[in-house]
């Protein structure tokens, strides 16, 4: 929780200082509002950590999906407090906010990616979720870092539309595979459906 309260910390209040406008920009708040992530993976830790019986198909599925929901919503709120401490340490009589696509394709992909890492952490349990996180953390920093690289090469060239083509395709993969996972999981470590 101190990990976590400290990182909501830092998103919310840290990052907007020092990116300033540039927090405006698609390559920020898309992977911000990712951050759910992590939360989703501690919530289903959580949730599932000590039941007490068995649950039956809907019940774990309800679950994994209330998890999921609750820390999507935590990481909007981070991403918005990160905007409104953004505007309020550099305002200058307008709000500026991102493009309203740009918003939508972080809240998609948000939610896609937070039922994705529930499907996960339903599979892998309470014990790999230390595992599940730096493997989380690690694949973060090497997308960003080569994004960063092939933009700065020129390899790259990234315009709102052809962000939102590719947030919208890694959305429906995320999505299918998420409760492809969650099923599966209910199957395996859930009671049956009566």
């Known amino acids: ?25 698609a390559l920020v708040v898309i992977p911000l509002a990712c951050l759910s992530v992590f939360l989703v993976a501690d919530l ?7 039941p007490p019986a068995v649950p039956d198909m809907r019940e ?3 679950r994994a999906v209330a998890c999921a929901i609750v ?5 909007l709120a981070m991403l918005f407090a990160g905007l409104v401490a953004m505007n309020a ?9 991102p493009p309203a696509t740009i918003m939508i394709d972080a809240a998609l992909l948000s939610l ?4 994705f890492v529930a499907g996960v952490a339903v599979c892998t349990g309470r014990k790999s979720r230390l595992t599940l996180k730096l493997v989380m953390l690690v694949a973060t920093l ?5 994004c960063s690289r092939s933009l700065a090469s020129g390899r790259l060239y990234l315009t709102n539309q052809r962000i939102t ?7 429906v993969f995320l999505l299918a595979n998420g409760a492809a996972l969650v099923t599966y999981g209910a199957s395996t470590q859930g009671g049956k459906t009566e």
């Open 60 to 62: 774990f599925v309800g």
């Open 89 to 97: 340490m550099h305002w200058d009589g307008e709000w500026l906010l």
């Open 142 to 146: 090497l997308l960003m870092y080569g």
């Open 1 to 25: 929780m101190i990990l976590n309260g400290l990182a909501i910390a830092v998103v919310s209040f840290l990052l907007p200082w020092f990116l300033g406008p540039a927090f405006l920009r």
């Open 112 to 115: 896609a990616a937070s039922v």
């Open 165 to 171: 083509r590719l947030t919208w395709g890694a959305s």
């Open 71 to 75: 820390g999507w919503a935590c990481g």
């Open 44 to 50: 289903v830790a959580e949730s599932f950590a000590f």
